[in-house]
């Protein structure tokens, strides 16, 4: 479980001007407006719907955080844990934004509260085309696994 205390009060470190909080559900189409942006992929009509959203963020073992700058979403890191491993997800940052540290920030978060939960291993999953993500999670010391295959077994394809 995510420890309540941290999970509960709003981080508020400032930096470069923007702010680092947890994701509301009322920031739902900024959300989505955001990773249009960012180019993201995304599930607009599956996991990424507001009903599926707004159920996963109540979950105790969640930590959806978003950067704002001047009123405006400008990036996204959520991460989540089965109690066994972490999982980060939705990582962007507006173009315009890029490269001064805004994701690194949100990551660093998400892992500290996921380690504070006593999660040691931190896993995220990169398509082959998406270079940039490749270098950024490198750069935050995730390890690469040229030899694992990624298996899922879904109910519909939007999922
Ligand atoms: C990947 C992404 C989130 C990085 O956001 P960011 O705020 O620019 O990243 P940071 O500024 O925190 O970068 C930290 C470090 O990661 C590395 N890095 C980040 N972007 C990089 C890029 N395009 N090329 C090479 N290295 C990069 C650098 O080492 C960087 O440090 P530096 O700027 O001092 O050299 C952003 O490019 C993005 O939103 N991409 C599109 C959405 C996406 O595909 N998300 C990932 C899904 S898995």
Redesign the pocket.
């Known amino acids: 479980m995510l420890n309540p205390m941290t999970k509960a009060k709003e981080i508020s470190k400032r930096r470069s001007g923007f702010v680092v909080r947890e994701f509301r559900i009322t920031d739902y189409d900024a959300l989505i407006k955001l990773?249009k942006g960012?180019?993201?992929?995304h599930k607009p009509r599956g996991r990424d719907r507001k009903k599926d959203i707004s159920r996963e963020i109540t979950h105790v073992n969640a930590v959806f955080l978003v950067a704002e700058k001047e009123g405006i979403l400008i990036?996204s890191?959520f991460g989540t844990h089965d109690g066994r491993k972490g999982w980060?997800?939705?990582?962007?940052?507006?173009?315009d934004?890029?490269?001064?540290?805004?994701?690194?920030?949100?990551?660093r978060e998400v892992e500290k509260r996921l380690n504070d939960a006593g999660i040691d291993i931190i896993a995220?999953?990169?398509?082959e085309w998406?270079?940039?993500?490749v270098?950024?999670?490198?750069?935050?010391g995730y390890k690469r696994h040229n030899d694992i295959f990624y298996f899922t077994k879904r109910r519909y394809p939007d999922i």
């Open positions: 990773w960012a180019g993201l992929p990036g890191a980060i997800n939705r990582v962007a940052v507006l173009p934004f890029r490269r001064s540290g805004i994701a690194a920030q949100l990551v995220c999953l990169i398509e998406n270079k940039e993500s270098a950024f999670f490198e750069r935050l």
